[in-house]
T-cell receptor
Framework: DGGITQSPKYLFRKEGQNVTLSCEQNLNHDAMYWYRQDPGQGLRLIYYSQIVNDFQKGDIAEGYSVSREKKESFPLTVTSAQKNPTAFYLC????????????FGNGTRLTVT | AQKITQTQPGMFVQEKEAVTLDCTYDTSDQSYGLFWYKQPSSGEMIFLIYQGSYDEQNATEGRYSLNFQKARKSANLVISASQLGDSAMYFCASLPYNFNKFYFGSGTKLNVKP
């Protein structure tokens, strides 16, 4: 089955540590996105990539980094510079047509203490 | 950029009744798409319905319909015959066709009462 896999589902880290969230897709979509969601809030765009080896900052990129070395993979690193990293992180892909919705993974809930 | 406004943080509806969730958008783009997503408490985002800015008819998908009023820049989601499983957060989103960025509203939490 085609889909988007985010791992792990829950992640716990100590403050000051970098952590990398995985996002893998087999939908053959060019565009991939990372969103952050805080409790009771909407989604905010961190980074997005429309093609391999290229990515753009979203609205809240500070303290995050990404890479897009393969079409299938778009890992997100939460660095120690991110002041409030505890959140729910959602990865998504899009086929790129005007009527194409975002397809989301099941998310990773990151807790930093 | 586009701004999406969902003015209803929370709503209640009786089971089997219809409910309308409001969404307005602010854009100068001429071509765009509007999307609605459902997010149950488990966290996954489920795509519900799409409306293109040039579509003359309102979109429908089963019990979901989109009341699209372009001049008023509103794209309200109507859920008919509410079910207990409809209890969730609902997000409105837009996509300007000349960009690849989706813009999301803050969401509406719907509670369906038995």
């Amino acid at each position: 089955d085609g889909g988007i896999t985010q791992s792990p589902k829950y992640l716990f880290r100590k403050e000051g540590q970098n952590v990398t969230l995985s996002c893998e897709q087999n939908l053959n979509h060019d565009a991939m996105y990372w969103y952050r969601q805080d409790p009771g809030q909407g989604l905010r765009l961190i980074y997005y990539s429309q093609i391999v080896n290229d990515f753009q900052k979203g609205d809240i990129a500070e303290g995050y980094s990404v890479s897009r070395e393969k079409k299938e993979s778009f890992p997100l690193t939460v660095t120690s510079a991110q002041k409030n990293p505890t959140a729910f992180y959602l990865c998504a892909t899009c086929a790129g047509q005007p009527n194409s919705p975002l397809h989301f993974g099941n998310g990773t809930r990151l807790t930093v203490t | 950029a586009q701004k999406i406004t969902q003015t209803q943080p929370g709503m209640f509806v009786q089971e089997k009744e219809a409910v309308t969730l409001d969404c307005t958008y602010d854009t100068s783009d001429q071509s765009y798409g509007l999307f609605w997503y459902k997010q149950p408490s488990s966290g996954e985002m489920i795509f519900l319905i799409y409306q293109g800015s040039y579509d003359e008819q309102n979109a429908t998908e089963g019990r979901y319909s989109l009341n699209f009023q372009k001049a008023r820049k509103s794209a309200n989601l109507v859920i008919s015959a509410s079910q207990l499983g409809d209890s969730a957060m609902y997000f409105c989103a837009s996509l300007p066709y000349n960009f690849n960025k989706f813009y999301f509203g803050s969401g509406t939490k719907l509670n369906v009462k038995p």
